[in-house]
């Protein structure tokens, strides 16, 4: 099971939703996220949040149109977003791709990248897309990578230090690297096949596939 979590990050930056209908079994919108489904005509099984971005006549909609919604005051411990990461997992899904968590605030948006890693940890295969890129993380191990030509490929490490990292099919190759914070040595590569590979044996690496 796939399921599509959308939050309430600004529109501009949205990916195309309806591009990826077909690959999501279950739609989540998290706050504001709930309204940028109801605009595209998607199907909202959950609406979850305090629905603080939303007006009175909005959150009515929503409510009628939700399958299960599900409003929470706005103090308290969790964001909109991390509400819908566990609804999500409550179906334990294969995939969860999360929309509308980046380009708005700083802070939310680099929490959003550390739930990946509560994912990660879960066996949850985990992307953050928006309208110019596509974000995963990764533990030690070999993995296969495909890519428009037009898509440059950065490796980002999310523990002090990544070792061992070795791409083949790159523009820019590795052999048993070590990236360590601060570096930009794995930054803006691109695939010279149709499908390459990257292996390393330690730490945390996040992905990054992003157009211009």
Not at 19 to 29: M, P
Not at 121 to 147: F, M, R, W
Not at 148 to 167: A, D, K, R, Y
Request: proline share 4%; hydrophobic share 40%; with cysteine.
């Amino acid at each position: 099971m796939n399921i599509g979590i959308v939050a309430g990050g600004p529109e501009k930056a949205l990916a195309s939703l309806l591009s990826y209908r077909d690959d999501i079994d279950i739609w989540i919108g998290a706050d504001l996220g709930a309204s940028y489904l109801l605009r595209k005509q998607l199907p909202i099984d959950i609406a979850i949040g305090d629905f603080d971005s939303l007006d009175k006549e909005e959150k009515l909609v929503i409510k009628k149109q939700a399958n299960s919604f599900r409003e929470f005051p706005p103090e308290k411990n969790e964001t909109d977003l991390e509400l819908a990461v566990e609804a999500a997992l409550s179906y334990q899904p294969a995939s969860i791709f999360l929309f509308g968590v980046t380009a708005g605030r700083l802070d939310h948006e680099l929490a959003n990248i550390q739930l990946l890693y509560r994912l990660l940890e879960k066996n949850v295969t985990a992307k953050i897309i928006d309208h110019k890129n596509i974000l995963s993380i990764y533990k030690p191990g070999h993995y296969c990578v495909q890519a428009n030509s037009s898509e440059l490929i950065s490796f980002i490490p999310l523990t002090p230090t990544v070792e061992g990292l070795t791409l083949d099919g790159f523009y820019y190759p590795l052999d048993n690297y070590t990236v360590t914070w601060g570096s930009t040595r794995c930054i803006s590569n691109q695939l010279i096949k149709e499908q390459g590979t990257f292996f390393f044996n330690d730490g945390i690496l996040i992905m990054i596939k992003s157009t211009e």
